[in-house]
């Protein structure tokens, strides 16, 4: 797998499922921490997964903390609209952990706090928008990680 992709609690099944879908297109594996905001059998999950929902290399977590425990060895990325470096800044590597918050709030502000040096934020260029759909958000990040990883 070229990148992971983690979704901390997620809200919004629509989303996920399209997350889930830019997973399997890009060859990355997706990572999703409880709770969520959904149930996995949500149908919106599945219509937005579409068919391919069955083919994705998904690993769940029963908490952030679980998730930590596990991956504690790993290199993160960790995205916020707080974030002063841009997304273009980060060195992608292979089995990067690129690691995003829930829609209605983001990353935890303890996680911003500890992560500063690995907090990125994709830059918005109108005073009138705080941030971006998540889905847009993830799928902005994964392809610049792979057109570096492929240059």
């Not at 709030?105 to 935890?108: A, C, D, E, W, Y």
């Not at 998540?134 to 792979?146: H, K």
């Given at each position: 797998m070229a990148l992971n992709i983690v979704l901390?609690?997620?809200?919004?099944?629509?989303?996920?499922?399209?997350?889930?879908?830019?997973?399997?297109?890009?060859?990355?594996?997706?990572h999703?921490?409880?709770?969520?905001?959904?149930e996995l059998s949500d149908s919106r999950l599945k219509r937005a997964g579409l068919d391919y929902w069955q083919h994705l290399d998904?690993?769940?977590?029963e908490s952030i903390e679980d998730f930590f425990r596990i991956q504690?060895?790993?290199?993160?990325?960790?995205?916020?609209s707080h974030g002063h470096k841009s997304h273009w800044?980060?060195?992608f590597e292979h089995n990067l952990f690129l690691i995003f918050g829930k829609e209605s709030?983001?990353?935890?502000k303890s996680l911003s706090e500890t992560y500063k040096n690995q907090l990125y934020?994709?830059?918005?260029?109108?005073?009138?928008?705080?941030s971006l759909n998540?889905?847009?958000?993830?799928?902005?990040?994964?392809?610049?990680?792979?057109r570096q990883l492929n240059n």
């Open positions: 901390f609690e997620p809200e919004i099944p629509n989303n996920t499922g399209n997350i889930g879908r830019l997973a399997l297109a890009s060859g990355s594996k997706l999703l921490v409880k709770p969520f905001g959904f998904v690993t769940i977590y504690y060895d790993k290199t993160f990325a960790f995205f916020s800044d980060i060195s709030v983001g990353l935890k934020k994709i830059p918005l260029y109108s005073e009138h928008i705080r998540l889905a847009n958000a993830v799928s902005i990040v994964i392809y610049e990680g792979l």
